[in-house]
């Protein structure tokens, strides 16, 4: 079987090959022959017998040509692990808030369609917290993301545009952003993220460290809850969460795009990677064209 891994554009300034070699070894000695594929040229998939969005990396910053980019594959029928709605859904961070609505417990949010200082008023307000974090909502890997205490000013990029607006959760820099990966449904490992010392950012090329964890008392039902709410079945999926203030649980991503799954922290989840993929790819073999 034939794996497309959409891969980021040629130049792309963010180290990514860490993660693609890491998944494309782990399918390869699945017995999957793997391509990396650059997700701003596609061209014609029709070949492969699956395609994966995994390390499709920048695609927030051409978010209309990611958009069409998905439409293509759907009007395609092309086999694509994760389904296209459920792409297209996680791909702007307002799934937050649906998370919330369903009763999923997840960091605050206030979305904003203009951002202005009133806002930043209003948040803190809100949520209690004098220190913020703003980010796009449309963002990967920390990009455009901003810490913003009591007396800083809305930073000039963010200005007018819009944001998500959040409480500083003071966790992330002590016991860690948790995050767990799942693949088809079920949990395969676990790893905290830490920022280095001063940030709020997990992100590796930010400083961040990731370590393999135990997964924190409740967190697997947490994150089944969560991906009970996105539109599909997931074959991947990383859920990042933190504690309050009181210790309790709260999605800070659900990642069904491209996330890290960070399969060379932690020996040993490579076989149910593959395994996960190599199932999706004969489902939709399986499948009427018509159905996919």
Known sequence: MRIAVLIPEPGFDEPWQWAF?????????GGLVVDGVPWTDAGDLSGYDLVTPLVAWG???????WLGLLDHLERMAVPIANPVPMLRWNSHKRYLAEL????????????????????????????????LVIKP???????????IG?????????RGGAAIIQPLIETIATTGEHSLILFDGALSHSVVKRPKAGDFRVQPHLGGTTEPSVAPPGAEDLALRAL?????????????MVAGADGSLMIMELELVEPALFLHVVP????AFARAMTSAAERAAEQPLAER
């Open 59 to 65: 695609y927030h910053e051409r978010y209309e040509e």
């Open 228 to 240: 009970e709410a996105a539109p599909g079945d997931a074959t991947y999926a990383r859920v990042d």
């Open 268 to 271: 040993g989840a490579e076989g």
């Open 21 to 29: 070699d890491a998944e494309a070894k782990a399918l390869r000695d």
């Open 100 to 131: 919330a609505e369903r009763g999923v417990p997840a960091v605050p949010t206030l979305s904003v369609d203009e951002c202005e200082d009133a806002h930043l008023a209003e948040a803190r307000d809100r949520f209690g917290s004098a220190e």
């Open 137 to 147: 909502p449309v963002s990967a890997g920390a990009a455009g993301t901003f810490r």
């Open 150 to 158: 009591p007396e800083d000013e809305l930073p000039a990029t963010a």
